[in-house]
């Protein structure tokens, strides 16, 4: 495909890998670069050499993506700062989603265009990821050259892409967490409690993967707001009550600050003030302030 830039990426782990395999099957020229040898699919090749040295292909390259952790982003920036290796013609972008273009600060000299593009997507599967972002959206940041670049590639990838402010990055990711690898610990705790009523690891999973996909089928096609069922949507007090006495005082502590952001979802179904405050108090919290008389 004409007119698409070099996209070179740094950090060939799950992300890299995934958004690597998944740009080069858009019709993208795709470079990738590790500190060690491994093996990438095809069609992707992987050059490697040491951290402080830059990968040969960055001349080439119109845009640099650092698919790094987060704590590794501004010492890898700062390499390729020292090796004099980023330019003015260069964008670069990193991918993370709690970080806006100040992780890059040590190439603000370079004169590149910097920002982030952070796809609302896990990646677990690197041969997947095409499929799985398709789709998805993606959160852009940064300097304006750098903002158009990341919506190409997330167009060319069948992404919605939009745009955040620096710093609305910290709790636009903490939202992600939420949503996806905090309902991962929160299924763990159920599979958890129901080993503990008797069953096995696996069938206690095995019983509970129905009820969790009929919960995402529900939010397939429900807000949150309308998909909340249970006790304390019921504003059913005993049951919150037998539930408590069973816990042991961690899982006491979870399902309480879980129930309260529950009792504000209810509250906002139309739960009477009443009814919420016996939840509250049968929960040992104060009524969530969207309910709360000044």
Same mark, same amino acid.
């Given at each position: 495909?004409?007119?698409?830039?070099?996209?070179?990426?740094?950090?060939?782990?799950?992300?890299?890998?995934?958004?690597?395999?998944?740009?080069?099957?858009?019709?993208?020229?795709?470079?990738?670069?590790?500190?060690?040898?491994?093996?990438?699919?095809?069609?992707?090749?992987?050059?490697?050499?040491?951290?402080?040295?830059?990968?040969?292909?960055?001349? *080439?390259?119109?845009?640099?993506?650092?698919?790094?952790?987060?704590?590794?982003?501004?010492?890898?920036?700062?390499?390729?700062?020292?090796?004099?290796?980023?330019?003015?013609?260069?964008?670069?972008?990193?991918?993370?989603?709690?970080?806006? *273009?100040?992780?890059?600060?040590?190439?603000?000299?370079?004169?590149?265009?910097?920002?982030?593009?952070?796809?609302?997507?896990?990646?677990?599967?690197?041969?997947?990821?095409?499929?799985?972002?398709?789709?998805?959206?993606?959160?852009?940041?940064?300097?304006?050259?750098?903002?158009?670049?990341?919506?190409?590639?997330? *167009?060319?990838?069948?992404?919605?892409?939009?745009?955040?402010?620096?710093?609305?990055?910290?709790?636009?990711?903490?939202?992600?967490?939420?949503?996806?690898?905090?309902?991962?610990?929160?299924?763990?705790?159920? *599979?958890?409690?129901?080993?503990?009523?008797?069953?096995?690891?696996?069938?206690?999973?095995?019983?509970?993967?129905?009820?969790?996909?009929?919960?995402?089928?529900?939010?397939?096609?429900?807000?949150?707001?309308?998909?909340?069922?249970?006790?304390?949507?019921?504003?059913?007090?005993?049951?919150?009550?037998?539930?408590?006495?069973?816990?042991?005082?961690?899982?006491?502590?979870?399902?309480?600050?879980?129930?309260?952001?529950?009792?504000?979802?209810?509250?906002?179904?139309?739960?009477?003030?009443?009814?919420?405050?016996?939840?509250?108090?049968?929960?040992?919290?104060?009524?969530?302030?969207?309910?709360?008389?000044?």
């Amino acid at each position: 495909m004409r007119g698409l830039p070099v996209v070179g990426i740094i950090g060939p782990g799950r992300a890299g890998v995934g958004l690597a395999l998944a740009l080069a099957r858009a019709g993208y020229d795709v470079r990738l670069h590790g500190r060690r040898k491994k093996p990438v699919p095809k069609p992707l090749a992987l050059t490697v050499g040491p951290e402080h040295q830059p990968p040969a292909w960055i001349p *080439q390259a119109g845009v640099v993506i650092l698919a790094v952790r987060d704590d590794a982003i501004g010492p890898l920036a700062d390499a390729l700062a020292r090796a004099g290796a980023i330019h003015a013609e260069h964008v670069v972008l990193h991918l993370s989603g709690a970080l806006g *273009q100040e992780a890059l600060g040590a190439l603000v000299g370079s004169r590149a265009a910097l920002g982030s593009l952070h796809p609302l997507q896990t990646v677990s599967d690197p041969e997947r990821a095409g499929d799985r972002l398709k789709g998805a959206w993606a959160a852009v940041e940064g300097m304006p050259r750098a903002v158009q670049a990341a919506e190409q590639l997330a *167009q060319s990838l069948g992404m919605h892409a939009f745009r955040i402010a620096s710093k609305a990055k910290a709790i636009y990711h903490a939202g992600a967490v939420f949503a996806s690898n905090y309902c991962v610990v929160v299924e763990a705790v159920a *599979q958890r409690l129901l080993r503990h009523a008797g069953l096995s690891d696996a069938d206690a999973w095995r019983a509970l993967r129905p009820l969790v996909e009929g919960t995402l089928e529900n939010l397939s096609r429900q807000a949150p707001l309308e998909a909340l069922t249970g006790p304390v949507a019921r504003g059913d007090r005993a049951t919150i009550r037998r539930h408590l006495e069973a816990l042991t005082h961690d899982d006491a502590v979870l399902y309480r600050a879980l129930g309260r952001a529950a009792l504000e979802l209810a509250q906002k179904q139309g739960m009477d003030e009443t009814t919420a405050a016996q939840v509250a108090a049968e929960l040992g919290t104060d009524l969530p302030p969207v309910m709360r008389k000044t």
